[in-house]
Nanobody, 127 residues
């Protein structure tokens, strides 16, 4: 059973950057494809990106390309989300989740394609 723990959230001014981390533990944590989602108050959970262990990733949110980048350090069993040029509308709780496949990123970013979720980390963007 994999366990996911997010960290790195906080408060940042518009235009700033944050790097979120998702640490995976458990017997299969190092092999699973991991995705990032976010959920703002009153909105549905939105898929951002997913990355596989050795090759391959998917970007689900075209609107975030160029500002958000997913990466992975397999030696640390950690997946990162680098967020640049943050805007007030990026404020949300950010979650990482393990693919239900489990080694491949789902073709589409539906939450149902992910089986295990972290507790979330909150990002606030304001001046």
């Amino acid at each position: 059973q994999v366990r996911l723990v997010e960290s790195g959230g906080g408060s940042v001014q518009p235009g700033g950057s944050l790097r979120l981390s998702c640490a995976a533990s458990g017997s299969t944590g190092s092999d699973m494809a991991i995705g990032w989602f976010r959920q703002a108050p009153g909105k549905e959970r939105e898929a951002i990106s997913c990355i596989q262990t050795y090759a391959g990733k998917k970007d689900y949110a075209d609107s975030l390309k160029g500002r958000f980048t997913i990466s992975r350090d397999n030696a640390k069993n950690t997946v990162y989300l680098q967020m640049n040029s943050l805007r007030p509308e990026d404020a949300a709780v950010y979650y990482c989740a393990a693919s239900a496949s489990p080694y491949y990123c789902p073709e589409y970013g539906f939450p149902s394609g992910f089986s295990t979720w972290g507790q979330g980390t909150r990002v606030t963007v304001s001046s």
